[in-house]
């Protein structure tokens, strides 16, 4: 990395800074959210769209994939997919362990 002036490398860590500071915004919000006492549809779509928002600061800035398109969508879809897949595999067997009770 070239240096600019004063010896600091061009950029510093301004940005990382900033990006720290809306991932802080993100989380106060989303305990906002669940303190507020929402409807649990209206809640869960929330911290899903908060959650989201949140890696795509980190991916797209401290794994560096902010220009890097496809490697940024594989990052961001495939854990959402996967999960999304878990989540169904799993609810009917916690339905029934409900039930049993």
């Known amino acids: 990395m ?6 600091r490398p061009h950029g510093g860590y301004r940005v990382y800074w900033v990006v720290w500071f809306w991932l802080l915004v993100i989380t106060v919000l989303e305990l906002g959210v669940v303190l507020v006492h929402v409807p649990r ?16 600061l980190i991916i797209a800035y401290f794994m560096h994939l902010k220009y890097e398109r496809l490697s940024f969508i594989y990052a961001v879809i495939t854990p959402l997919f996967l999960g999304v897949i878990l989540f169904f595999a799993l609810v009917p067997d916690a339905l029934d362990v409900l039930r049993l009770r």
């Open 41 to 56: 549809t209206l809640l869960a779509i929330m911290l899903v769209v908060l959650a989201l928002m949140k890696a795509w």
């Open 2 to 7: 070239s240096e600019g002036e004063g010896g």
